[in-house]
């Protein structure tokens, strides 16, 4: 006589990468998720960039000096890495995803479409890529202006920079629209879910 048995099956290492163009609102979504979320674990990047007010490093991203990044490209640290802008590097260590691993959690990213588009490649199935869609171009360029954290030249490269990462949405696993923050918020959240539901097999 046999029995049927449901068993839940452990996800394997899984990550969540939320992308968008520079401007698109993905950082507050993340935030909010890994507020809400207990079995998410934010993975710190490397970047070369100086810090922004209110930034620490080893919250925000880990600071470290073009020389220190390039020594780590040479050692093989990174999952991912990419010169965002001339001599402005960032990159994932390798170390930091494991250490996520290690405590049996998810690992999620806020990275730029580039970044985003090779952890997919890399992790495959394990990956659940979100792509954050502005309401338009000009909302996202007016965004980019309204911070007024850099310099014209600086901005410009940034606005550049925007407008070419939003022909990369159709590369991602899904695409949430950002016109209003708690709606988009809910669309990511429900995808997180669905990702991250236990799978379950029937045994005879």
Request: net charge positive; with cysteine; charged share 30%.
């Amino acid at each position: 006589m046999s029995h049927n048995v449901t068993r839940v099956l452990i996800p394997p290492k899984k990550i969540v990468v939320i992308t968008a163009p520079s401007g698109a609102g993905k950082s507050s979504l993340v935030r909010k998720l890994l507020a809400q979320r207990h079995n998410l674990a934010f993975s710190i990047s490397c970047t070369t960039r100086e810090k922004r007010v209110g930034e620490e490093n080893g919250r925000e991203y880990y600071f470290i000096s073009p020389e220190d990044f390039k020594r780590k490209i040479a050692n093989n640290e990174f999952v991912e890495y990419e010169e965002v802008y001339p001599g402005k590097f960032y990159g994932t260590l390798k170390t930091e995803v494991e250490k996520i691993w290690a405590h049996r959690k998810v690992a999620v990213f806020d990275i730029d479409v580039k970044g985003a588009e090779a952890l997919k490649k890399q992790f495959g199935q394990d990956a659940l890529t979100i792509f954050i869609q502005p309401p338009s171009a000009e909302s996202l360029i007016n965004r980019l202006k309204n911070r007024a954290s850099e310099d014209d030249k600086s901005l410009k490269a940034r606005i550049k920079r925007s407008e070419e990462e939003l022909t990369y949405a159709s590369k991602f696993d899904k695409i949430v629209l950002n016109r209003d923050f708690d709606t988009a918020y809910m669309r990511v959240k429900n995808h997180v879910t669905a990702f991250l539901a236990p799978q379950t097999e029937h045994v005879h």
